[in-house]
């Protein structure tokens, strides 16, 4: 009999510690943390929030342009480009960017060391952070978006007429993580700001 008690009393623990790592993990994953691992190094990283580049002048890429050519975006994803180093250049800059803040362990790495050395296999793991830091935090936009001024404009009044924001327009909000949502409502309202500046110098 009291080896029945036992096995009861151990079940019950291992329920509780199964129970608390369930709720844990659960928790981990709304706080926005994800654990990976690249050529077996281990990494947590954060979904990227635009508070995360305040100081900085604001979130370096966009999927949005009101012009034909090669956005920043497309630059990032690889586009050809004649000038195939200026455009390396460009994508480090944006992937240590985002290392510096979307990696939460260990917190002694420094992205640029990654970067910056002459090791193949520290590159391999530098690109292969980035693109799960991109795939973290871009959960439905993952291209670039040709918009003419004047849908744009059509959107900044449909705001204004409705109370909603630009990307409620676009878009199923609630498919959209924070840094898009972001990125859409930040282009419709530069361009209804130009707008009304162009207005108030007519009068």
């Given at each position: 009999?009291?080896?029945?008690?036992?096995?009861?009393?151990?079940?019950?623990?291992?329920?509780?510690?199964?129970?608390?790592?369930?709720?844990?993990?659960?928790?981990y994953?709304?706080?926005?943390?994800?654990?990976?691992?690249?050529?077996?190094?281990?990494?947590?990283?954060?979904?990227?929030?635009?508070?995360?580049?305040?100081?900085?002048?604001g979130?370096?890429?966009?999927?949005?342009?009101?012009?034909?050519?090669?956005?920043?975006?497309?630059?990032?994803?690889?586009?050809?480009?004649?000038?195939?180093?200026?455009?390396?250049?460009?994508?480090?800059?944006?992937?240590?960017?985002?290392?510096?803040?979307?990696?939460?362990?260990?917190?002694?790495?420094?992205?640029?060391?990654?970067?910056?050395?002459?090791?193949?296999?520290?590159?391999?793991?530098?690109?292969?952070?980035?693109?799960?830091?991109?795939?973290?935090?871009?959960?439905?936009?993952?291209?670039?978006?040709?918009?003419?001024?004047m849908?744009?404009?059509?959107?900044?009044q449909?705001?204004?007429?409705?109370?909603?924001?630009?990307?409620?327009?676009?878009?199923?909000?609630?498919?959209?993580?924070?840094?898009?949502?972001?990125?859409?409502?930040?282009?419709?309202?530069?361009?209804?700001?130009?707008?009304?500046?162009k207005?108030?110098?007519?009068?």
């Open positions: 009999m009291s080896t029945v008690y036992l096995y009861v009393i151990i079940g019950y623990i291992f329920y509780r510690i199964a129970r608390f790592l369930f709720n844990y993990q659960n928790v994953r709304l706080l926005g943390y994800k654990r990976i691992s690249i050529a077996g190094n281990q990494f947590v990283i954060k979904r990227l929030q635009p508070l995360d580049f305040a100081e900085d002048g979130i370096p890429i966009t999927f949005f342009q009101f012009k034909a050519g090669v956005t920043l975006m497309e630059q990032i994803r690889g586009i050809p480009k004649e000038d195939e180093v200026k455009q390396l250049k460009l994508r480090m800059e944006v992937a240590k960017a985002f290392g510096k803040v979307a990696i939460v362990y260990p917190k002694t790495l420094n992205v640029d060391d990654l970067f910056d050395s002459d090791s193949v296999k520290a590159h391999e793991i530098a690109w292969k952070l980035y693109g799960q830091i991109l795939s973290h935090s871009f959960k439905s936009i993952s291209k670039t978006y040709n918009m003419s001024k849908q744009a404009l059509r959107i900044a449909l705001c204004e007429t409705f109370g909603k924001k630009p990307h409620e327009h676009l878009y199923d909000a609630k498919k959209l993580s924070t840094l898009e949502q972001y990125m859409i409502d930040e282009f419709i309202f530069n361009m209804w700001v130009e707008q009304k500046n207005e108030s110098k007519q009068k």
